[in-house]
């Protein structure tokens, strides 16, 4: 399935390796990936495919966000069919 | 992003970080209609099976959609067949039995409401819908999560008024039997006119006889999300404002729509509607009273509030009836004064009141909600206030209810607390001059005509 992971939060160095770093390891293959900085405030949206991934959705999820609160980010994984819902017909 | 736009997939995540969108509630209809029985107890073993059997993957599959979108589905409950039409079989002069068992079977569902406890009694009342109107007290009180109704009236019967007077006494017996929690059991209970078969939305939802064995009916909410988007509007015509109004409702009916068929196919059971609603939380920034303050009134309650909330409601079912393929359930802004931030702040400065809350209820869903009243206002008044409510809902031809917790031992200036989505009820003032006189007539009040419109 196809899912959208965004990271928010202030700019460090290496949130993007972690992200990947941590997708990777759960089989979880990235497709597209847009980032900007804007006045320090860091915004990452990856378009990611899960059909391999290792883990349950869920724990999948709880993992990001654990990742991204020790780090003072907001880290979250959706299915693309909400963004899909909400803003196309 | 080949499809969506990093714009888009922030606005998606703002909207439910910041403006509290989320899914109101995934109710599942469950027709209990087999489950009719000679023996009370034995229609309370059918009841607590066929309901823990229909729904017993309701929570977890919900909890599954919500993970997977991102996006919180804030209530799980189910709604049944009106409890007079299975009761009527059972050779009892009390439906307390049936009660207690949907409040077992819903607390081992995981659910946090089951509707159904209700009679349909517009144009008259069996032996079992007075068996049912006259175990409410007991049955709310002796439960948790167990929501009653009682439909008095409707356009094309009239409002049946022995019911209406009855409803008065239910509710004060009601208060009076859990007084140590405020009156707590009056908000499970719901006095309408033209109720619905398909209203996901508690205290007033059950499974009407016109339904499927059993249905999914998705409520969503987003008044956070209006309030926001109309931010940028300041000073701008109203039409621009109910354009935006309709855009937003769009997007958080859409969410509503995947949602509700999710769940469809997840569990097997089909689609039934998405209801169109505002549904506030007392949270600040949930408001449906902030969103008409931002239209440009100093307080919710005063002059040209009405006027704001026809625009308000309006745009919402405009925007929200594209994004859906089914449609149904109550639709519209809701104005539960508890349970709405800024509704009980305009009440407690003494500018919303009961005569402006009932105006507001003609251009909007539901009615007279979540308000509390001195716990020593009269039967005969309380009984009144549902005529009037009724009246409205009959001569408009919409649904229109009654939910007043008259607060055992309190008086205007006090305030109740209920907590969580229920809130908190300054207690309102009622007009002290009697209807008894009125009430005690009883009879009914006949259906009105249908043209001759003014």
Same mark, same amino acid.
């Given at each position: 399935?196809?899912? #959208?992971?965004?990271?928010?939060?202030?700019?460090?160095?290496?949130?993007?390796?972690?992200?990947?770093?941590?997708?990777?390891?759960?089989?979880?293959?990235?497709?597209?990936?847009?980032?900007?900085?804007?006045?320090?405030?860091?915004?990452? #949206?990856?378009?990611?495919?899960?059909?391999?991934?290792?883990?349950?959705?869920?724990?999948?999820?709880?993992?990001?966000?654990?990742?991204?609160?020790?780090?003072?980010?907001?880290?979250?994984?959706?299915h693309?069919?909400i963004?899909?819902?909400?803003?196309? #017909? | *992003?080949?499809?969506?736009?990093?714009?888009?997939?922030?606005?998606?995540?703002?909207?439910?970080?910041?403006?509290?969108?989320?899914i109101?509630?995934v109710? *599942?209809?469950?027709?209990?209609?087999?489950?009719?029985?000679?023996?009370?107890?034995?229609?309370?073993?059918?009841?607590?099976?066929?309901?823990?059997?229909?729904?017993?993957?309701?929570?977890?599959t919900a909890e599954e959609i919500e993970s997977e979108l991102?996006i919180?589905i804030?209530?799980?409950?189910?709604?049944?067949?009106?409890?007079? &039409?299975?009761?009527?079989?059972?050779?009892?002069?009390?439906?307390?039995?049936?009660?207690?068992?949907?409040?077992? $079977?819903?607390?081992?569902?995981?659910?946090?409401?089951?509707?159904?406890?209700?009679?349909?009694?517009?144009?008259?009342?069996?032996?079992?819908?007075?068996?049912?109107?006259?175990?409410?007290?007991? $049955?709310?009180?002796?439960?948790?999560?167990?929501?009653?109704?009682?439909?008095?009236?409707?356009?094309? =019967?009239?409002?049946?008024?022995?019911?209406?007077?009855?409803?008065?006494?239910?509710?004060?017996?009601?208060?009076?039997?859990?007084?140590?929690?405020?009156?707590?059991?009056?908000?499970?209970?719901?006095?309408?006119?033209?109720?619905?078969?398909?209203?996901?939305? *508690?205290?007033?939802?059950?499974?009407?006889?016109?339904?499927?064995?059993?249905?999914?009916?998705?409520?969503?909410?987003?008044?956070?999300?209006?309030?926001?988007?109309?931010?940028?509007? @300041?000073?701008?015509?109203?039409?621009?404002? $109910?354009?935006?109004?309709?855009?937003?409702?769009?997007?958080?009916?859409?969410?509503? @729509?995947l949602v509700a068929?999710e769940a469809?196919?997840r569990?097997?059971?089909?689609?039934?509607?998405?209801? &169109?609603?505002?549904?506030?939380?007392? $949270?600040?920034?949930? !408001?449906?009273?902030?969103?008409?303050?931002?239209?440009?009134? !100093?307080?919710?309650?005063?002059?040209?509030?009405?006027?704001? &909330?026809?625009?308000?409601?309006?745009?919402?079912?405009?925007?929200?009836?594209?994004?859906?393929? !089914?449609?149904?359930?109550?639709?519209?802004?809701?104005?539960?004064?508890?349970?709405?931030?800024?509704?009980?702040?305009?009440?407690?400065?003494?500018?919303?009141?009961?005569?402006?809350?009932?105006?507001?209820?003609?251009?909007?869903?539901?009615?007279?909600?979540?308000?509390?009243?001195?716990?020593?206002?009269?039967?005969?008044?309380? !009984?009144?206030?549902?005529?009037?409510?009724?009246?409205?809902?009959?001569?408009?031809?919409?649904?229109?209810?009654?939910?007043?917790?008259?607060?055992?031992?309190?008086?205007?200036?006090?305030?109740?607390?209920?907590?969580?989505?229920?809130?908190?009820?300054?207690?309102?003032?009622?007009?002290?001059? =009697?209807?008894?006189?009125?009430?005690?007539?009883?009879?009914?009040?006949?259906?009105?005509?249908?043209?001759?419109?003014?």
């Amino acid at each position: 399935m196809r899912a #959208i992971v965004t990271v928010i939060g202030k700019d460090a160095v290496g949130i993007i390796a972690g992200v990947c770093g941590l997708l990777a390891g759960q089989q979880v293959n990235i497709l597209d990936i847009s980032q900007t900085v804007m006045q320090e405030y860091f915004t990452m #949206i990856m378009l990611v495919d899960t059909a391999r991934c290792s883990l349950p959705f869920g724990e999948l999820a709880d993992e990001l966000r654990a990742w991204g609160e020790s780090r003072g980010l907001s880290v979250r994984i959706q299915h693309e069919d909400i963004f899909n819902a909400m803003h196309r #017909i | *992003m080949a499809m969506i736009n990093s714009g888009e997939i922030l606005q998606t995540i703002r909207m439910i970080d910041q403006q509290h969108l989320d899914i109101r509630t995934v109710t *599942m209809g469950i027709s209990l209609l087999d489950c009719a029985d000679a023996d009370v107890q034995r229609c309370a073993e059918k009841i607590y099976d066929k309901i823990t059997r229909s729904a017993r993957d309701l929570v977890r599959t919900a909890e599954e959609i919500e993970s997977e979108l991102g996006i919180p589905i804030v209530n799980k409950r189910i709604s049944v067949t009106p409890i007079a &039409l299975v009761g009527a079989a059972c050779r009892s002069d009390s439906y307390v039995p049936l009660a207690r068992a949907m409040d077992r $079977a819903a607390a081992d569902c995981g659910v946090n409401f089951i509707g159904g406890f209700s009679a349909l009694v517009h144009k008259g009342a069996t032996a079992a819908d007075l068996t049912l109107i006259r175990s409410i007290p007991e $049955a709310l009180a002796e439960t948790e999560l167990v929501c009653a109704s009682v439909n008095v009236g409707s356009t094309k =019967s009239g409002i049946n008024m022995d019911a209406v007077a009855e409803m008065g006494r239910v509710i004060r017996q009601t208060a009076a039997l859990t007084a140590d929690r405020g009156g707590f059991g009056c908000a499970k209970l719901v006095v309408f006119c033209n109720a619905v078969e398909d209203n996901p939305f *508690m205290a007033g939802a059950f499974h009407g006889v016109g339904e499927p064995e059993r249905a999914i009916n998705v409520g969503v909410s987003g008044p956070g999300v209006v309030y926001h988007a109309l931010q940028d509007m @300041q000073g701008q015509p109203l039409d621009a404002v $109910a354009e935006t109004v309709k855009k937003t409702a769009f997007h958080i009916t859409r969410v509503g @729509q995947l949602v509700a068929q999710e769940a469809s196919r997840r569990l097997g059971v089909p689609f039934g509607i998405v209801d &169109l609603s505002l549904a506030p939380t007392p $949270a600040v920034g949930d !408001s449906v009273a902030r969103i008409l303050e931002r239209m440009g009134l !100093s307080t919710c309650g005063g002059h040209g509030t009405t006027a704001a &909330l026809a625009l308000l409601n309006d745009a919402v079912k405009k925007g929200g009836v594209m994004a859906s393929s !089914s449609v149904g359930g109550l639709s519209g802004a809701f104005i539960p004064v508890s349970e709405d931030e800024g509704m009980i702040a305009a009440a407690r400065k003494g500018v919303l009141r009961l005569d402006k809350l009932e105006a507001m209820t003609c251009v909007c869903s539901v009615g007279l909600d979540m308000i509390a009243i001195p716990g020593d206002t009269p039967a005969s008044t309380i !009984s009144a206030i549902i005529a009037d409510e009724a009246a409205i809902g009959m001569v408009n031809a919409k649904t229109t209810a009654v939910r007043l917790i008259p607060a055992p031992g309190m008086q205007v200036g006090d305030t109740v607390e209920f907590g969580g989505l229920l809130g908190t009820a300054p207690v309102m003032p009622v007009h002290a001059e =009697s209807a008894e006189a009125f009430i005690a007539r009883g009879g009914r009040i006949p259906a009105p005509m249908q043209s001759l419109k003014n």
